[in-house]
């Protein structure tokens, strides 16, 4: 039962530093040879070289985004997560929810695939950035 507390604090703190436009803090949860994918990258990045420019990337554009845990299932590397994200799009808010593979090494992440329907966030975010072209052009 340590364990599993262990577990779910560890996730709990690299979930809270997807907020907060912090990469720099994130990237330190990762080994340097971890594995990253997720939707948008669904082929992966491999090493801090690599995931690094990218979560600095996604988390500039989404810097107030919440991540909470909704459920955990521990495996004999890590865990799977169960995830809800809060995401705002200029004046909407998208509510995700979704799961990551996690595998630890040494008390970091080795491997974080990360799997949920990013259609809704796409299409809401797409009419967000026609909406605020238009207001540009407007002025």
């Known amino acids: 039962m340590e364990e599993l507390s262990k577990l779910a604090k560890l996730n709990e703190e690299f979930l809270k530093a997807w ?3 912090q990469p720099e803090k994130l990237i330190t949860y990762y ?3 971890a594995y ?3 939707p948008a990258i669904p082929m992966g990045l491999k090493g801090h070289e690599k995931i690094f420019p990218y979560f600095k ?3 500039a554009l989404n810097p107030d985004w919440i991540w909470k845990i909704v459920e955990m299932y521990p495996t ?3 865990c799977v997560v169960k995830w809800k994200a809060t995401i ?3 004046s909407k808010v998208i509510v995700e929810y979704g ?3 996690v595998e630890y090494k040494n008390g970091k992440i080795s491997r974080n695939e990360v799997y949920f329907d990013r259609t809704n966030l796409v299409e809401t975010t797409k009419l967000y ?3 605020i072209g238009k207001n540009k052009k407007n002025k």
């Open 36 to 38: 990253y994918q997720d």
């Open 57 to 59: 990337k996604l988390l």
């Open 99 to 101: 799961m990551d593979i």
């Open 76 to 78: 004999p590397k890590g």
């Open 19 to 21: 907020t907060g436009n």
């Open 88 to 90: 705002p799009v200029g």
């Open 31 to 33: 080994t340097k040879d």
């Open 129 to 131: 950035l026609k909406k």
